[in-house]
Structure formats: structure tokens, C-alpha cells
């Protein structure tokens, strides 16, 4: 029993956890003001949301789904929480929800999620870690 919990823990606690700093980092007026002025809003939001599809595939694809259902499903988990994220913004002083900045987190989504599997192929498949996936 503490395995598996142990091992629902290393899946899902990296999304959640990141889900949570993204959760709060719309809860603020102006996030990282460095960095916004130097960088377009859009890409800053396909950058967040492929970081979340990429973990968010991850973890689907440790519970044991095929390939093609841990892609779909990721992009439509991160997609829907990037539709809440822009629900939430809308209430926060400052910020407003748009679908251009939705459309961005969905763009992210499909980047993390689809980036997922080379880089397992690169890193575990060719045997840079000594082990497979």
C-alpha cells in the first residue's frame, strides 16, 4: 500500500506542485515584472503551460496509459486547467482572462505533451540512464 502511494506521490505531486506555483502566480497583479517586460505575454504562457503538459503527461503515462491516450489527455487536463487559470485571473486586480492567453496555454499544453515522449526516447531508450522506461 505505501508503494503505490509512494509512487502516485512521485507522479503526481511534480504537476500538482507546479499547478499550485502557476495558481499562485496569477493571483498576483504583475508576476515577475523582469521578465514580462523582455519576453511577449504568449510565449510566457505557452513556456508555463508546456512545463504543466509535460508533467501532467508524465504522470498519465506512469499510470500506465498508451502513448496516444497520456498526448490527448494531458493537453485536455492542462487545457481545461488553463481555462480555469484565465477564469481565476478575471476575479484578480489588474489582470483579465482572454482567450488569446488561452489559446497560448493550449498551445503549451500540446508542446509539453507531445515533447514528453522524445525525451524519454532520447534519455531512457538510449541508455544514458542506465535503465528503460
Do not use: N
Not at 59 to 77: F, H, K, P
Amino acid at each position: 500500500m505505501f508503494r503505490i502511494v509512494s509512487r502516485r506521490a512521485y507522479l503526481w505531486l511534480p504537476p500538482i506542485a507546479y499547478a499550485a506555483l502557476i495558481f499562485w502566480l496569477s493571483s498576483l497583479s504583475d508576476p515577475l515584472p523582469q521578465v514580462s517586460i523582455l519576453v511577449w505575454d504568449k510565449a510566457l504562457h505557452a513556456i508555463e503551460y508546456a512545463g504543466l503538459g509535460f508533467l501532467v503527461c508524465r504522470a498519465l503515462r506512469g499510470e500506465g496509459l498508451g502513448w496516444s491516450w497520456t498526448v490527448a489527455l494531458a493537453i485536455v487536463v492542462t487545457a481545461m486547467y488553463g481555462g480555469g487559470d484565465e477564469w481565476h485571473q478575471a476575479a484578480v486586480a489588474g489582470r483579465q482572462a482572454t482567450a488569446s492567453d488561452w489559446t497560448a496555454d493550449l498551445v503549451g499544453a500540446i508542446l509539453g505533451a507531445f515533447s514528453h515522449r522524445p525525451l524519454v526516447v532520447v534519455l531512457f531508450d538510449s541508455g544514458m540512464s542506465g535503465r528503460r522506461q
